[in-house]
């Protein structure tokens, strides 16, 4: 009679040891999942659940993408951003090519009440507030209306964001005035309220609030007459050494990106390397980037 309670002595351990690592694995499963259905997305890790650090880090304010949407042509991968580099007080916000590695594209969720919050810069104690149409950076103040904001999702849903203090019955949304643009990674399309049905015609009234990592940045130039390592800049392929291929990043206008078929995102990551590099340089990798338009695609488009 002995025996069995021996058993479960020695078993009980291995039982319990063994929900706690599943529980441990399905936890690091939650925090570790990204979507990378679509190609072009799966440089910026879209999607990923919450972790640890995450809201010290703060999330990237993106706007929503799907290969059929009308702007695809000019990028796929843009973010709400301080212009110049650099949050200031009474200044506007703009779209531009993400980056995770920049501070001024950080944002964080000052909840205000139920489905209500200020949308603050991660890098200084300014918040978005609603000015005749415009939205500028302003002093965070809790008990300002103007500074309230409803409909923001987290998690790589797509969601659309309001001023609190839009009238009842009239449906506007943060958006912009024409489709995405990225002025050189410093500037862009300056983001304005209007109404939802504008937005909805040029696909710019979905966004999305995304805990992107940072990436440690170690790409370089390739030293003397030597053809250029995995991951070192280059103009062509001639570059690269052996059978890499120098990847063509466009930092160049959406036109002449699509033009010579270069990745439209200037801050794109290259594949198989653990940074950034440059805006709008090219490095030598194993993979080309591969353009969605024929020739014939753009000429239509260009034309």
Not at 49 to 65: K, N, S, T, V
Request: aromatic share 10%; hydrophobic share 25%; proline share 4%.
């Amino acid at each position: 009679m002995k025996l069995p309670a021996i058993i479960s002595s020695l078993l009980l351990p291995l039982l319990v040891g063994a929900a706690n690592n599943s529980a441990s694995v399905a936890q690091t499963e939650t925090h570790d999942t990204y979507d990378v259905a679509s190609p072009h997305r799966a440089n910026n890790l879209r999607g990923r659940q919450m972790a640890d650090g995450d809201e010290d880090l703060g999330f990237m304010w993106a706007l929503w993408y799907d290969d059929d949407i009308k702007w695809a042509p000019r990028g796929y991968s843009f973010c709400v951003m301080c212009r110049n580099q650099e949050c200031k007080k009474d200044d506007y916000v703009v779209t531009s090519n993400c980056n995770n590695n920049l501070p001024h594209y950080r944002w964080e969720w000052v909840k205000v009440g139920e489905g209500r919050g200020l949308m603050k810069t991660k890098t200084k104690n300014l918040c978005l507030e609603g000015d005749g149409g415009q939205f500028l950076l302003r002093r965070c103040d809790k008990g300002n209306d103007g500074q309230h904001f409803e409909g923001i999702e987290f998690g790589g849903d797509k969601f659309r964001l309001y001023s609190s203090t839009r009238q009842k019955g009239k449906e506007r949304c943060m958006t912009m005035l024409h489709h995405p643009l990225s002025k050189g990674g410093d500037d862009g399309e300056e983001i304005i309220d209007q109404p939802c049905s504008k937005a909805e015609k040029t696909d710019t009234v979905y966004w999305t609030a995304e805990y992107r990592l940072q990436i440690k940045d170690t790409l370089k130039r390739c030293r003397g007459g030597n053809k250029c390592e995995e991951c070192e800049e280059c103009e062509d392929d001639d570059d690269c050494k052996g059978n890499l291929v120098c990847y063509n990043r466009g930092g160049d206008g959406w036109r002449v990106n699509l033009k010579n078929k270069a990745d439209p995102d200037g801050w794109a990551q290259i594949p198989g390397c653990p940074g950034y590099g440059k805006y709008g340089k090219n490095y030598c990798s194993r993979k080309q980037y591969e353009s969605p338009y024929s020739n014939k695609d753009i000429n239509d488009i260009l034309n």
